[in-house]
């Protein structure tokens, strides 16, 4: 099946912000949706009942993803680094291993993560990432690391994988589509800032797009200054 004709889609997080967009853009799509969560974070899927298949569990239990992605064409997987057991890296290989081949696998991430040494960090990213990475591992709560090697598992693996790396989030109505760029560092994306349901948006819309195939696109609000300079436009 080619990626202009996905039908169905498991979402791995549904239950978090950025899954329940997720959700309500694959529906709005007409696709077939099956989400997994943690069961304990069930009821917040309640207004999708009826409309959904849900296959309750951790996202990193491999079990749980292999009957989730089962004949399913594409997969969109929120890569959260909770706690210090190698979640996100546990959750990733799980997909990898389990989606069926040819499927379209989108993973999300922040932009702290780099696939080829050339994005350019300001010191002042780079100085708050380091420090929300000491201090969550302290507490036992993130562990930024372990998204990084989930992410190098991804961009190790053959199969058409796409990672959306995004800016700092904010709610709000939709602007439209983010713009991208492969590199951090691109003045395009100075603004850093995007709307949490865009962020949806486009990782719903890179499993129809076979020119994200392999790439690791970093977004930011199309609507943004540094995007509206970018294509030439003032905001009105």
């Given at each position: 099946m080619g990626t202009d004709r996905m039908g169905k889609v498991?979402?791995?997080g549904a239950s978090g912000k950025l899954g329940r967009y997720m959700v309500r853009h694959a529906l709005g799509r007409g696709y077939e949706v099956v989400g997994v969560c943690r069961e304990g974070s069930v009821p917040k899927l309640a207004e999708f009942e009826g409309r959904i298949?849900?296959?309750?569990?951790p996202t990193d239990d491999r079990e749980?993803?292999?009957?989730?992605?089962?004949?399913c064409d594409g997969?969109?997987?929120?890569?959260?680094?909770?706690g210090v057991r190698q979640y996100s890296s546990g959750t990733a290989q799980a997909v990898l291993d389990h989606a069926r081949p040819g499927a379209r696998l989108v993973f999300s991430c922040g932009w702290h993560i780099t696939?080829?040494?050339?994005d350019t960090y300001s010191w002042l990213f780079r100085t708050g990432v380091?420090?929300?990475a000491v201090?969550?591992?302290?507490?036992?709560?993130?562990?930024?690391?372990?998204?990084?090697e989930a992410c190098r598992r991804i961009f190790a693996s053959e199969t058409r994988w796409t990672v959306v790396r995004g800016s700092s989030l904010e709610e709000g109505e939709s602007q439209g589509l983010p713009v991208w760029s492969r590199h951090v560092g691109d003045p395009v994306l100075a603004s850093n800032l995007t709307r949490r349901v865009d962020f949806a948006l486009f990782m719903v819309e890179a499993l129809t797009d076979d020119g994200l195939v392999q790439e690791a696109p970093a977004i930011v609000g199309c609507r943004t200054e540094s995007a509206l300079a970018h294509t030439g436009k003032r905001a009105q």
């Open positions: 498991c979402i791995v298949t849900l296959v309750p569990g749980v993803i292999r009957k989730a992605v089962a004949g997969v969109l997987t929120v890569l959260v680094p909770w696939r080829d040494g050339k380091r420090i929300a201090l969550a591992k302290l507490v036992r709560a993130v562990e930024l690391d372990d998204q990084v």
